[in-house]
């Protein structure tokens, strides 16, 4: 418990660093590890044919990043897989279901290794708030998900806008990635790492310090953990990996009105 305290606090912090202003809005110093000044982020496509477009626009959208490429290395769209949306170790996992009235529009989640480093994620979209989904409104939060699983945070969160989906504003602008969008991942990217983590199989250095032993935890049983941030519109939860890693969850929550 001591531990997922502690994980909890860095996280606050990095939550702080993340609610910036437009001229930085990285998700603290999330990234993935890389060895190459460009990589290609293998992604599941677990989404159902509501969702289909929506996917490859915003893959395509944020592929125009020069430091940034995706590869659909797999379709697992059965009501099980996207419902339980299992996360993938060196991938994304895209995901849409009936999740339930749980307060939540999108849902993304990332895994960090023992080094600190991103080493799989999952996008969910909540179909239980369909009503809300107007077309630019699925664009935006797609876009948005995806974005934070490479390291992006918000660019406002007080409802104005940048003309970006990283944005929380309902301005029809807001849709996809801008160029600002683009000099961050370049900013987040422009160093290299002494591994990959986002290659499936990949193995981090070794784990040191304590929760270093033990059984990995299952991916399709991810737990919550800590709420460390809540606003208006997000929340930010954190929960310890048994491999001394950590979860870290977003959460862009639904409106008032439902």
Request: hydrophobic share 35%.
């Given at each position: 418990m001591k531990k997922l305290i502690a994980a909890a606090t860095a996280a606050a912090i990095s939550v702080g660093a993340a609610s910036v202003a437009l001229a930085s809005h990285s998700w603290g110093n999330y990234h993935w590890a890389?060895?190459?000044s460009s990589f290609t982020l293998s992604v599941t496509d677990s989404v159902s044919p509501l969702w289909d477009a929506e996917l490859q626009d915003t893959l395509n959208n944020w592929a125009q990043s020069q430091s940034l490429e995706f590869a659909v290395v797999g379709t697992d769209d059965g009501d099980r897989a996207r419902k339980r949306c299992s996360a993938i170790a060196g991938q994304i996992r895209v995901?849409?279901?009936a999740y339930g009235n749980n307060g939540w529009l999108g849902l993304a989640?990332?895994?960090l290794d023992s080094q600190g480093h991103i080493d799989q994620g999952t996008a969910k979209m909540n179909d239980?708030?369909?009503s809300y989904f107007t077309q630019d409104e699925r664009n935006h939060v797609m876009c948005q998900e995806v974005g934070h699983l490479f390291g992006l945070g918000h660019t406002s969160e007080d409802g104005s806008s940048q003309s970006t989906c990283m944005d929380y504003s309902s301005d029809p602008s807001s849709q996809w990635p801008n160029s600002h969008d683009m000099q961050?991942?370049?900013s987040i990217y422009a160093h290299i790492d002494a591994y990959n983590s986002y290659l499936s199989g990949?193995?981090?250095p070794p784990c040191k310090g304590k929760g270093c032993n033990g059984p990995a935890l299952a991916n399709d049983n991810v737990p919550m953990?800590?709420?460390v941030h809540k606003g208006d519109h997000e929340e930010i939860w954190v929960a310890s990996r048994a491999d001394g890693g950590y979860w870290i969850h977003h959460v862009r929550l639904a409106p008032a009105r439902h």
């Open positions: 890389r060895t190459t995901c849409n279901a989640s990332i895994g239980s708030y369909d961050m991942i370049s990949a193995t981090p953990g800590i709420l």
